[in-house]
Structure formats: C-alpha cells, structure tokens
C-alpha cells in the first residue's frame, strides 16, 4: 500500500458571541449531573461530560449553543459549496488536570468541530495527526473563543492537561451535504 498526501484543510472560526454567552454556557454546564469518562485502555479521562448522559435528558447549553453557532456553518456550508448543513451529536467535555482524550477520529459523519469555550493554556489545544508523514500537525494556532473544524475522519486527540485550569470545549459532528459549484 502506497499513501500519496492529499492537500486538506481546516477551519478555524472568531465565534463573536463567545465573551457574551461564556458564563451562560458554563453556568449550564456547571449544573450538569455529574458524569465522568476515565477508559485507561483508550487513553481517555474526562472529568466531566455528558456524552454518557442519556440523549433524554435535557441540556440547557444546547439552545444558546446552537443560536451561536447555526450563522457560522451557514457561513462555512456557502465556503464548502454545501445547500444544507446538519449536527449530529453535541457534547461538551471538562479536562482538569491529568485528564485527555487519545487519538480517535469520528466514523459516519464529515466533520468534527471543537469550540474552545475554555482555554487556559495553548499546550492543551487539541492537536491533529498526518498520517501520511508521522508527525502532528504542531502549527494550528486557535484559541479560546474560536472553532476548530476539520474532517472528521483525521485522527486528533486531547493532550495530557498539565496546567491547574480547566479547559472546557463543545464538541460537535457536522455534514454538509447537496453540494453544488453553481451560483
């Protein structure tokens, strides 16, 4: 099997809401039942999530969540030549230190997307893989308040937090489909 490298990209997004809707989103978050995720055998310890609490219960952050973010993928679905865009799944996950999430991608879906709602240190930004020449992607300048988008099928993983605050992201799965390159 030979391996030729094909030109990719991601997106990084100024989500301009992020110092008006900050405190709200962690507020809602903060009042989350208790939920942890700590598979040694998948490199993965996450203080507090909700990717295990029943899709039932109701999450608060979701609205304002969603109003925030639904204008920038309309924008990015015009930039991908995409008529319609959808989210599937959103979770939001809490690293305090000590805690990560290893190499994985995300199966049956286009993109993924990370919205830095907290970010105290950029040593904890989340770092992607080139499988192609063994090397993480070491360049990807993003910070607190932005959104990181790539294909979902890239390998990517949560550092070690090795810093006393906590990073906070939303993570979330897009498509965006019915492309078209006509005007």
């Known amino acids: 099997m ?3 490298e094909l030109k990719s990209f991601y997106i990084v997004t100024d989500i301009k809401e992020h110092k008006q809707n900050k405190s709200t989103l962690l507020r809602y978050i903060d009042e989350m039942p208790a939920s942890s ?3 040694q055998r998948f ?8 990717w295990n609490i029943p899709s039932s219960y109701k999450r608060n952050y979701l609205d304002t969540f969603y109003d925030m973010m639904k204008p920038y993928l309309s924008d990015m679905a015009l930039k991908l030549k995409c008529k319609q865009w959808n989210v599937l799944n959103t979770w939001y ?13 995300h199966g049956r879906v286009n993109y993924t997307n990370v919205y830095y709602l907290s970010l ?8 992607l893989y080139n499988v192609v020449n063994d090397k993480i992607i070491e360049n990807i300048e993003v910070k607190e308040g932005q959104l990181l988008t790539f294909p979902a099928s890239v390998l990517h993983r949560s550092p070690i937090n090795k810093v ?16 078209t390159l006509q005007n």
């Open 43 to 50: 490199d993965e310890s996450v203080s507090k999530t909700d």
């Open 164 to 179: 006393p605050q906590k990073k906070v992201i939303i993570s979330f799965n897009t498509d965006f489909t019915h492309p």
């Open 120 to 127: 105290p240190n950029k040593s904890i930004r989340t770092q």
């Open 93 to 105: 996950q809490v690293y305090e230190k000590g805690d990560m999430h290893g190499w994985h991608i």
């Open 2 to 4: 030979k391996f030729f």
């Open 37 to 39: 995720v700590d598979r």
